[in-house]
Every structure is written in structure tokens, then in C-alpha cells.
């Protein structure tokens, strides 16, 4: 995710119907069709009037928000990390889940939680700690894994954390399958999680 202004809305790596029956199809069409877009256009927006970000990766204007004018800091942070944390979320599941499988990540998972039960139960309790809107993360800083949490569209790269997996525990993600019940959607999510993806995502990294 390195593209840079002017930013579309590319498709879904899969079907919208693909997640099911853990995710719906409707919820990914309004997600990714209406969500996501509405964080784009506004984006593009406010880079058309910033001429000196234009050069500048998603990544980067998320890594150095001193370089975005002040008086639009805010504004920036929630749009960017809108389209980043979307597009995240998005590439993070898969229809074609396999589980974790040994490798890399599977190590560092074990370095880092003791199992990956653990490490479940850890996610789940990050996603639900989540006050209102927000993500939990499973990141990397360097040397082993950790769970975080960001309210609204902040991301963790401003921290210097390198992100593996997100959730997305906005209302809007689950609300039409799962209602209020938020521990339902995240073990639904796991279930869906792309595991290939967040390995090459730990494997890509320099620190690593």
C-alpha cells in the first residue's frame, strides 16, 4: 500500500459474498463501496489543496503527520488512516483461510503468546476494550509481537510498529450480521483471517 495521490478505490481481492458465512455480503458491499470510497474522496480532497504531500506515500504522510500543516493535522490523520486501515482490513481476510500455518510468523507467535490460543484470547479482549470505534492490531516492533489498539482512524505506524492484522470494530463492520454483539464478529473475523498475507507482511520487513 504504497500508491499515492490521487487515490481510487481499487476492488475487493475477492468476491463480496466470499467471506460468508462469517462476513456478509452486504456489509462488505457497503463497507467497501460507501465506507471506504467516503474516506477516499475526502482524502483526495484535501491532498488537492496540500501540493507538498502529493509526492508522499499513504504510509509516509501516516509516519510523519508533522509534515501535514496543522490547522488540516486532524482531518488528514482520520482520512488517510480511514483509506489505510480500511484497505488493511480488507487485504487481511481471505476466502481460502487455511489457518496459521508453521513458518515465521507462527514462531514469532509462540516467542511472543506462548500458543496461539493465547494469542486469541488476547486479540479478542484488545477488539472488545475498544471504547466506540477503533481497531485492535497484532504489529511488530522489531524484535517480537505485540496487540495494541487505535481509536477512530489512527494507525499504529506513527508509533514505529510494523502492522501484521487489524480489526475493524467500527459499528458499521458488523452490525447488519452480528447486531451488538462484538465478541461474536471477532471470532467470526478470525476465522476469515488471511494468515499467508500477515506472514508476508512479518516476512517483508528489514528488521525481521
Not at 480488507?90 to 509462540?110: I, Q
Not at 452490525?175 to 462484538?182: A, E, F, G, I
Amino acid at each position: 500500500m504504497d500508491n499515492k495521490y490521487p487515490f481510487v478505490n481499487t476492488p475487493l481481492r475477492y468476491p463480496y459474498n466470499a467471506l460468508e458465512p462469517y462476513i456478509d455480503e452486504k456489509t462488505m458491499i457497503l463497507h467497501h463501496d460507501r465506507h471506504l470510497q467516503a474516506y477516499i474522496d475526502k482524502l483526495n480532497l484535501l491532498m488537492s489543496e496540500c501540493r507538498q504531500l502529493q509526492k508522499l506515500s499513504l504510509q509516509e504522510i501516516l509516519k510523519n503527520p508533522c509534515r501535514i500543516p496543522e490547522e488540516k493535522r486532524r482531518d488528514f490523520i482520520n482520512n488517510a488512516g480511514g483509506v489505510y486501515n480500511h484497505r488493511f482490513y480488507f487485504n487481511g481476510m481471505s476466502p481460502d483461510c487455511h489457518g496459521l500455518e508453521r513458518g515465521a510468523l507462527h514462531r514469532k507467535m509462540s516467542e511472543s503468546f506462548t500458543s496461539f490460543e493465547n494469542f486469541k484470547n488476547e486479540f479478542t479482549d484488545a477488539a472488545m476494550s475498544v471504547f466506540g470505534s477503533g481497531y485492535a492490531w497484532l504489529v511488530y516492533d522489531g524484535k517480537k509481537l505485540k496487540i495494541t489498539t487505535t481509536k477512530n482512524q489512527d494507525t499504529p505506524l506513527c508509533r514505529g510498529f510494523i502492522p501484521i492484522l487489524n480489526i475493524d470494530v467500527w459499528e458499521h463492520a458488523y452490525y447488519l450480521k452480528h447486531y451488538n454483539d462484538r465478541k461474536a464478529y471477532i471470532e467470526d473475523f478470525v476465522k476469515a483471517v488471511n494468515w499467508a498475507m500477515a506472514e508476508k507482511r512479518l516476512c517483508n520487513q528489514k528488521s525481521f
